[in-house]
């Protein structure tokens, strides 16, 4: 079973409008964190947003923030009124479990989002 | 910019051979991740160092080898090319265990003809 789910293979949105950036995860550990990344045309990672398992309120930075729905254990990541420069591949990823040997991340398969003038 | 840096940027080569990709984490990080990320594969771990010692091993093929040095840079070691082993290949670093954020460097691209 994948651990990480993204379902949007692609997504073609209107400048200034906002987005909702689907990810489900599988887990049975109850510590985990969830990640949200950017990949712009030019190659590299970028860090967006954390949600960690205990986290009482969703996470917030900038114009980004994370739908965390522990029960359906969806992690969606919300961008509002998009611009040009969002256009990207945006990757969700899960860090499982806590402590020694548990830092390595699991990304899904990225959603292609294209921001439209 | 993360911080996080890597050389080269590009890497072409051909089957047979051997390359050496280089990372220096973000000052202050001790732990350091090496990703792959390929067309058919996706983003893949590969190995994980902590304060010079090897914390974590993920699909790492037994031709490549990773080391982190006294001074906390790291490299990564692939041998013997494949045509299949053309990918972006990341770094990434953290403070320690149970800091949460990898942040990545810009990744090697490497091509193998």
């Known amino acids: 079973a994948q651990k990480i789910t993204q379902t949007q293979p692609g997504m073609f949105v209107q400048e200034k409008e906002a987005v909702t950036l689907d990810c489900t995860y599988d887990t049975s550990d109850p510590s985990y964190g969830l990640f949200w990344y950017k990949q712009p045309s ?28 522990k029960a359906r254990k969806s992690a969606n990541l919300v961008i509002s009124a998009s611009q040009l420069g969002d256009s990207a591949m945006y990757f969700c990823a899960m ?12 990304f899904g398969t990225g959603t292609r989002l294209t921001i439209i003038p | 910019d993360s911080g996080v840096t890597q050389t080269p940027k590009h890497l072409i080569t051909a089957t047979g051979q051997r390359v050496t990709l280089r990372c220096s984490p973000r000052s202050g990080d001790l732990s350091v991740y090496w990703y792959q990320q390929s067309l058919d594969q996706g983003l893949q771990f590969l190995i994980q160092y902590y304060n010079g010692e090897e914390r974590a091993k993920g699909n790492i093929l037994e031709r490549f080898s990773a080391q982190q040095f006294p001074d906390l840079h790291s490299e990564l070691n692939l041998s013997s090319l494949e045509l299949g082993d053309s990918a972006l290949y990341f770094c990434a670093s953290s403070v320690g265990v149970n800091q949460e954020t990898q942040y990545f460097g810009p990744g090697t691209r490497l091509l193998v003809l």
């Open chain 1, 42 to 69: 030019s190659g590299e990672m970028i860090f967006l947003i954390y949600q960690g398992s205990y986290d009482q309120q969703n996470a917030t930075e900038g114009r980004y923030s994370l739908n965390f729905q």
């Open chain 1, 95 to 106: 860090r499982e479990g806590w402590g020694f040997g548990n830092e390595k991340l699991t």
